[in-house]
């Protein structure tokens, strides 16, 4: 079998180079998460998704002909870059065209389902295919096949009138309900006034709104953690199949089809039950399972597995959820920015993800306790975000700072404190000011 361990001799003194290459792709997509959010969130989530596309799918091909590792990684994290972008792009696109149940769905199995399948077909490409240039052949050649859905996918007509490009979403939406057989009323969006229908925003967003307000800067540090802690626990227990007993085709397998049934159930929980308590007890269940792992006795290798590939599991179900309830925390001028900003923060768990599960030398069971001891703290966390279910999407910052959440009592204090000082200086203001008056 031909790997690129073999074709650039990654042995003896450069075996460093092994997992060093699949942390150069981590930071691409780490890259990526950042600069794709703020560009689709400027020129539109169209235009960035089917040019990230033709990106990853161009240097895949690419890569096929590299003679020598630097190149390869060079090409590698371009890859990297491309492909987390059009990813959350698409995953915005969606969440912003559907709405309801549908949009549930898209979020949820429409992703993440389809994820897993295509997962779960690559150890079988790779096992009929054992040369790594034709496989990245194979894998690229499919790209070309999304050229003809520029003509069928619309922009969003959310990011249109966030834009002031109302007559545009007008005109989506009017083609959306001509093609369901519905007839739509001759101006949609009546509640804009005519002299703003056509105007562009006054001030444009960036990465530095997600710190803007104490609400918004606590929600987005927390949604940091929990991405990172996901991302951290997915790739590292992906990554781990490999020492798993058996064949390596087939071990990659089962940690793929693990992943069917956790998203299945993460749509059913967004259908019918709150998000915090979805994602928190998805993180719990994940986290206490790998604390398990270091009771069970060297002789029950088999309940090892077991108890790893539910850990995995209950972090894939939290990894779907968050997706969709970063989505919906976040309005449409910070969405893509804020969903590309966390994908971001994830990687830099992704990157590490192949050197955690080294620390195994070090003890066996260290990588486990490790990750499990984030997971809780993630998931004790997660119940102080905002509660987004059933409750439509924001479309301002103004209108994500309203939405209840559990306050602690560190913040709650501080925030009572701030308008005791406010309430106090505001006093002094008008007693100065009466003085001054009675004075002159």
């Not at 990654?10 to 998460?33: A, H, M, N, R």
């Not at 979020?107 to 040369?131: D, W």
């Not at 309940?303 to 970063?326: D, R």
Request: net charge neutral; glycine share 6%.
């Amino acid at each position: 079998m031909e790997t690129p361990i073999v074709s650039f001799d990654l042995v003896c003194d450069d075996e460093w180079k092994q997992p060093f290459t699949s942390s150069i792709y981590f930071i691409g997509v780490l890259c990526g998460s950042f600069f794709s959010g703020q560009i689709s969130d400027r020129f539109g989530r169209k235009p960035v998704l089917f040019v990230t596309m033709m990106v990853q799918t161009f240097f895949t091909f690419i890569q096929v002909f590299v003679p020598s590792w630097e190149l390869f990684s060079v090409l590698f994290f371009i890859v990297g870059l491309g492909q987390i972008s059009n990813y959350v792009a698409a995953f915005v696109l969606g969440t912003e065209i559907l709405s309801g149940g549908v949009r549930v769905l898209y979020s949820s199995l429409g992703v993440c389902f389809f994820f897993a399948i295509g997962y779960m077909m690559l150890p079988l490409m790779a096992f009929l295919i054992r040369s790594w240039r034709m496989l990245l052949v194979a894998l690229s050649v499919p790209g070309l096949i999304y050229i003809p859905l520029w003509w069928l996918i619309p922009e969003s007509p959310r990011w249109l009138i966030s834009q002031g490009k109302v007559e545009e979403a007008e005109a989506i939406v009017k083609n959306a309900a001509k093609k369901n057989k519905v007839t739509p009323p001759d101006i949609i969006f009546n509640e804009i006034g005519e002299e703003e229908r056509n105007i562009k925003p006054k001030e444009s967003n960036n990465v530095l709104d997600l710190m803007r307000t104490s609400n918004i800067r606590r929600t987005t540090l927390i949604l940091f953690l929990v991405w990172l802690t996901l991302s951290m626990g997915y790739f590292g227990l992906s990554l781990n199949t490999s020492r798993l007993h058996g064949d390596p085709f087939v071990n990659c397998f089962i940690s793929a089809a693990i992943e069917v049934p956790a998203y299945v159930i993460s749509w059913l929980s967004l259908r019918y039950l709150p998000r915090r308590l979805s994602c928190s007890a998805s993180m719990l269940l994940g986290g206490g399972v790998l604390y398990f792992i270091q009771l069970v006795p060297p002789s029950l290798p088999s309940l090892s597995v077991a108890l790893e590939m539910m850990g995995k599991f209950g972090i894939a179900i939290g990894t779907a959820l968050m997706f969709t309830y970063t989505g919906e925390l976040y309005p449409t001028v910070l969405r893509n920015t804020a969903v590309g900003s966390c994908a971001m923060v994830s990687r830099v768990g992704s990157a590490i993800a192949p050197y955690f599960i080294h620390l195994s030398v070090y003890h066996q069971h260290l990588p486990y306790i490790l990750l499990g001891t984030l997971c809780l703290l993630s998931s004790t966390t997660t119940l102080f975000l905002p509660e987004s279910f059933n409750q439509p999407l924001p479309e301002t910052i103004e209108q994500m700072q309203k939405r209840d959440r559990i306050n602690c009592s560190c913040f709650s204090r501080k925030h009572e404190e701030n308008n005791l000082f406010q309430d106090t200086l505001s006093t002094v203001c008008t007693s100065v000011k009466i003085l001054k008056e009675e004075r002159f």
